[in-house]
Antibody, heavy 117, light 108 residues
């Protein structure tokens, strides 16, 4: 059974930083592209970043480009999202998801990030 | 960036009825790159349909997807109580993934 478990969310002040982690099990992690998708309270889904299985390729939505960095450690089966210069509009539940080219097949339960003073 | 517009925003139906959800793209989308997800309150999204019409593992056959180009449809043939949820379409193109704003299927 595939399991994705996010951690690292919490309350952070505007301008602050946070690093999210996503521990994966039940899949050959290095073979899977991975992504982060977020959902602001009461809103829809927003893709924010993806990384290839080998970590050679990374992609970002314009809303986070230059502030967020996606990375992975295949030896630890873990995905990361380093978030800097956080803004109030970054407040959301952040989901990690495994990606098969065009779609997201497995999702974690999410971790809440709240940006507020 | 391709924008996906879902309609209606809310669909009020009774169990046993047929639900038809629409997803319209601002530009043509490859059918291979169109997916649908279901999300229930407090839960993560679940993949229902990929490649516009292929059901994901474990998805009941009352769920079906169709369409091409700029117009795609998710159909639930007979609504079960557990099908009342929010549904999102999603596309991939130009190294970017975008979601529609969602359609809520609620009990009438």
């Amino acid at each position: 059974e595939v399991q994705l478990l996010e951690s690292g969310g919490g309350l952070v002040q505007p301008g602050g930083s946070l690093r999210l982690s996503c521990a994966a099990s039940g899949l050959t992690f290095s073979s899977y592209a991975m992504s982060w998708v977020r959902q602001a309270p009461g809103k829809g889904l927003e893709w924010i970043s993806s990384i290839s299985g080998s970590a050679v390729s990374t992609f970002y939505a314009d809303s986070v480009k230059g502030r967020f960095t996606i990375s992975r450690d295949n030896s630890k089966n873990t995905l990361y999202l380093q978030m800097n210069s956080l803004r109030a509009e970054d407040t959301a539940v952040y989901y990690c998801a495994s990606r098969v080219l065009a779609y997201f097949d497995y999702w974690g339960q999410g971790t809440l990030v709240t940006v507020s003073s | 960036e391709i924008v996906l517009t879902q309609s209606p925003g809310t669909l009020s139906l009774s169990p046993g009825e047929r639900a038809t959800l629409s997803c319209r793209a601002s530009q043509s989308v490859s059918s291979s790159y169109l997916a649908w997800y279901q999300q229930k309150p407090g839960q993560a999204p679940r993949l229902l349909i990929y490649g516009a019409s292929s059901r994901a593992t474990g998805i009941p056959d009352r769920f079906s997807g169709s369409g091409s180009g700029t117009d795609f449809t998710l159909t639930i043939s007979r609504l079960e109580p557990e099908d009342f949820a929010v549904y999102y379409c999603q596309q991939f193109g130009s190294s970017s993934w975008t979601f529609g704003q969602g359609t809520k299927v609620e009990i009438k």
